[in-house]
């Protein structure tokens, strides 16, 4: 599994402690790549993909990029999760 997270955003490492502590509890090991913005999806989540990464999680900062990451992740066989957030944050 991989984990999609914001250098901006310093919530980041315990949305992927979190994430991992989760994916530990079902057997799955999480791949982590932390980017500056929207500029680097497409070498991330390729990247991800490069690596076995077969789902990705994504910090709910990229919200705004929902459709974006999707559209990425469906190009790269990648099925998506992100955690819903009721506070609007965007990068």
Do not use: C, K, W, Y
Not at 9 to 34: M, W
């Amino acid at each position: 599994m991989g984990f999609l997270g914001s250098t901006r955003d310093p919530n980041a490492r315990t949305f992927l402690r979190e994430t991992e502590e989760a994916a530990a509890r079902l057997g799955l090991q999480v791949q982590s790549v932390l980017v500056g913005g929207p500029e680097e999806f497409e070498g991330a989540i390729s990247g991800l993909r490069g690596l076995g990464v077969e789902a990705l999680m994504v910090q709910p900062i990229f919200a705004s990029r929902a459709a974006a990451i999707a559209e990425l992740a469906t190009q790269h066989g990648l099925a998506t999760a992100s955690i819903v957030s009721t506070a609007r944050a965007g990068v």
